[in-house]
């Protein structure tokens, strides 16, 4: 079975795209992987579908073999999966802003509320008022009231005998009475999911319309993840996750199953007992852990900048020579794209390096360069290799092709000449204006 093509251990490189085969072999071991890291079942098979489309057909960086590609490519989803939004705890709104914590009994509600509260006045210089509603655990109000005195933070005074939405109730009060910008509301848990905690969950939201309600759980879950993130989201409505424990020897694959699940993002990590082991949610951190194969993913890295490196010498090379048509441009375009504007190949060549910063500063941005990739994915091979050809009638099928007028094939055009003889005039070691590039 795992002699056979294909598989992580294989150390036959290819050129060429990924097959189904390939992608199914490392997927196996990417099952495993994220099954080990305790990511729930459902999750695996649903995100395993979903990055084994994107895989098949991908192309194969050289000098790693298809497994490993195949890992990067999952590892790079994983990331993406985890953190594509803004991460941030939102207290944009009328002060106070109340924030709600729930979740179950030992998942770190009570440190949280502590962590985020000494954050929000050290770092962001915020009156915080904390208040416990849990009633049900007798230490669990002088618990929050002692860190509270340790931080020097304010909680909302005990008061024996009232239901959790009352105290709610008189926590926003005391916070509009008292100025304060944020009130941060630590609920009761319980030790499994139950009715009674979700009932009471959503009365206090009724209650406090908190603008955020976070989910603290801890990062050691295992296929209850799913579940307890579910119940939450659709019983109570979650705004956020907070993963705590992040310190512990865990894989973490809980965060990948809530945030899969309820689609809520992932906004902090608890990274130890005390109350300055907050930290902002690292999805790639997290990614590496949950799959544990970091060693495949930095070689594939590297081999693609390796690789990238080498397609601008290339193009470089031609520049020199005086032999830069519209597929080199092509190339040289998406590299900026992925450079994110003007970089790499620029500083290969000869007396060009200072004019980088000039430039960059034009308005060069990615909506321009990918409009400039559409025009010449529209031309013909013999149009790239030879732009004289190029008259009214092809200009105007070009541009339609690229949904654009033909100004804007021309003005790539112009373009296109003005680099041709800069870089044969810098191959001749003239230098020369870049004056064309940054007019474009
Ligand atoms: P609650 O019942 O949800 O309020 O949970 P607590 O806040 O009382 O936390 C339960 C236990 O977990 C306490 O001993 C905390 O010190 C510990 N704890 C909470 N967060 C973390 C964390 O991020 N890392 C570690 N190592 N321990 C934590
Ligand atoms: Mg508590």
Same mark, same amino acid.
């Given at each position: 079975l795992s002699e056979k093509l294909g598989g992580i251990l294989n150390r036959l490189t290819r050129r060429g795209s990924l097959t189904e085969a390939d992608v199914d072999a490392a997927m196996r071991e990417v099952r495993r992987a994220l099954l080990e890291a305790d990511v729930s079942l459902e999750v695996v098979k649903s995100f395993t579908d979903k990055v084994r489309e994107q895989a098949i057909g991908a192309t194969v960086v050289k000098s790693v073999t298809p497994g490993q590609m195949v890992v990067k490519i999952v590892h790079d989803e994983l990331v993406a999966t985890l953190g594509s939004d803004a991460q941030i705890i939102d @207290?944009?709104?009328?002060?106070p802003v109340p924030i709600m914590m729930v979740g @179950?009994?030992?998942?770190?509600k009570t440190t949280t509320t502590a962590k985020l509260a000494r954050r929000l006045t050290q770092r962001d210089k915020r009156r915080v008022l904390m208040a416990s509603?849990?009633?049900?655990?007798?230490a669990a109000m002088e618990q929050l009231a002692i860190l509270g005195r340790d931080l020097e933070i304010d909680t909302l005074p005990i008061v024996e005998g009232q239901q959790p939405a009352q105290i709610a109730r008189r926590a926003i009060e005391a916070a509009k009475l008292g100025g304060y910008d944020v009130v941060l509301l630590d609920t009761a848990g319980r030790t499994t999911l139950d009715d009674e905690m979700m009932a009471e969950a959503a009365e206090i939201k009724a209650v406090a319309s908190p603008h955020e309600v976070l989910l603290v759980a801890?990062? @050691?879950?295992?296929?209850d993840a799913v579940n307890l993130a579910r119940a939450f989201d659709t019983?109570?409505?979650?705004t956020g996750i907070v993963l705590t424990?992040?310190?512990?020897?865990?894989?973490?694959g809980a965060a990948l199953s809530m945030r899969a699940v309820t689609?809520?993002?992932?906004?902090l990590m608890g990274t130890g007992e005390?109350?300055?082991a907050l930290e902002d949610f690292h999805p790639s951190r997290i990614a590496g852990r949950i799959l544990g194969m970091g060693d495949v993913v930095s070689l594939v890295e590297k081999a693609a900048s390796h690789l990238d490196a080498e397609k601008a010498a290339a193009v470089a090379e031609k520049m020199r020579k005086g032999q830069f048509d519209l597929s080199d441009m092509r190339e040289q375009l998406l590299q900026m794209t992925k450079m994110g504007g003007i970089g790499g190949l620029m500083g290969l060549m000869p007396g060009i390096a200072k004019m980088k910063s000039q430039i960059a500063a034009s308005r060069i941005d990615d909506k321009v360069l990918n409009r400039q990739i559409a025009i010449i994915d529209s031309m013909t091979r013999q149009e790239r290799k030879n732009?004289?050809? @190029?008259?009214a009638s092809r200009k105007k099928r070009i541009a339609a092709g690229a949904g654009l007028k033909v100004e804007e094939v021309n003005k790539l055009l112009k373009m296109h000449r003005n680099m041709a003889d800069m870089m044969k005039a810098v191959g001749r070691g003239k230098g020369g204006p870049m004056a064309g590039l940054a007019q474009a």
């Open positions: @207290l944009n709104a009328v002060p @179950l009994q030992g998942s770190g509603l849990d009633v049900y655990r007798p801890d990062s @050691l879950t295992g296929q019983q109570v409505g979650l424990r992040v310190d512990g020897d865990g894989r973490g689609g809520k993002p992932i906004k005390k109350t300055d732009p004289d050809i @190029l008259k």
